[in-house]
């Protein structure tokens, strides 16, 4: 199975600051790499998909990109509502497989 | 509008069974695949599953093969996933998602379901 590693596992912000989360996969998946939101209790939202894609009713400030097999997740002016756990996620082959999520909270 | 709704919250002994449904509407059902992912507490979600889109065929996680089966009916538009021989460690919320449009995005999850709580205890 391929393994995607997330890092860090969590950090602190506040409210205005640029953050950003990194995904590596354990080999090539192409462009195969999104990005999800979860907040407590709910089901995960998908906001980044083929690694730089921005879904449909996200925001404009979340923007993916990628190098060879690292993956990044740049969240520009964080906003309140953005106070989440965020997972990347391949969809390469089966099993698609998530990171070991990133917990962004209030500095 | 796509929907996805789930059955209600199910407590379960060691050795059971249980059985999920997800219910679409919004979308024509057999054009998307719809996978099956859960979410131990403070854990990753996992991929346990799905039915492809088209011919419908069902696919497993390694994990979980032997153990779980998902089946579909297409004139309710409604998927179901059973898993069974349950023990503690799969207690978790399961969730349906449909998977993205086309062969390229059909591994991905654009929607969910609200999430169905699987408690497995004595």
């Known amino acids: 199975d391929i393994q995607v590693t997330q890092s860090p596992s969590s950090l602190s912000a506040s409210v205005g600051d640029t953050v950003t989360i990194t995904c590596r996969a354990s080999?090539?998946?192409?462009?195969?790499l999104n990005w999800y939101q979860q907040k407590p209790g709910k089901a995960p939202k998908l906001l980044i998909y083929?690694?730089?894609s921005l879904q449909s009713g996200v925001p404009s400030r979340f923007r993916g990109s990628e190098s060879g097999t690292d993956f990044t997740l740049t969240i520009s002016s964080l906003q309140p509502e953005d106070f989440a756990t965020y997972y990347c996620?391949?969809?390469?082959?089966?099993?698609?497989?998530f990171g070991q999520g990133t917990k962004v909270d209030v500095k | 509008q796509v929907h996805l709704v789930q059955s209600g919250a199910e407590v379960r002994k060691p050795g059971a069974s249980v059985k999920v449904s997800c219910e679409t509407s919004g979308y024509s059902f057999t054009n998307y695949a719809l996978h099956w992912v859960r979410q131990a507490p403070g854990q990753r979600p996992e991929w346990m599953g799905w039915i492809s889109a088209g011919n419908g065929n069902p696919g497993y996680s390694q994990k979980f093969q032997g153990r779980v089966t998902i089946t579909r009916d297409t004139s309710a538009s409604t998927d179901y996933m059973e898993l069974s021989s349950l023990r503690s460690e799969d207690t978790a919320v399961y969730y349906c998602a449909r998977g993205g449009s086309g062969s390229y995005y059909n591994l991905l999850f654009d929607y969910w379901g609200q999430g169905t709580l699987v408690t497995v205890s004595s």
């Open positions: 083929a690694a730089s």
């Open positions: 996620q391949h969809s390469y082959n089966i099993p698609p497989t």
């Open positions: 080999q090539h998946i192409s462009s195969y």
